[in-house]
């Protein structure tokens, strides 16, 4: 996407603690919004719920690294726990995909989307 209508760095822009968005004027007289997990899943668009336009945030993706783990959690977490935690599933996800596992002479091969 191409056509913002401006690019405002983050620290121009005021965090709404009651909707958890950082918000920032449009000349609609309404206001772009973006939320944190967004800005934690790399999405630099902020959007005017009342008009077309757009603006492009600019920001440190990694200033808001840990932002989406946290939300998911309902809050901060011990990081060694989160390792752990984040160690086990991945051990699970790898033993649900061995389980799955069909070899067969006869089979055509295909692609399989992989996410990690």
């Keep these: 996407m191409g056509a913002y209508y401006d690019e405002i760095e983050i620290e121009d822009m005021t965090w709404d603690s009651v909707k958890g968005v950082y918000h920032y004027p449009c000349p609609c007289g309404d206001r772009f919004e973006i939320s944190r997990k967004q800005l934690a ?12 336009l757009i603006i492009r945030v600019v920001y440190d993706p990694l200033d808001f690294e840990d932002e989406a783990d946290e939300e998911d959690d309902g809050g901060a977490v011990n990081s060694e726990d989160n ?30 989307a992989v996410s990690a």
């Design 41 to 52: 899943n790399y999405e630099d668009i902020a959007t005017c719920p009342s008009c077309s």
């Design 83 to 112: 390792e752990t935690a984040s160690e086990d599933d991945d051990d699970q996800a790898f033993e649900d995909a061995i389980d799955k596992l069909t070899i067969s002479e006869d089979a055509v091969p295909r692609s399989i």
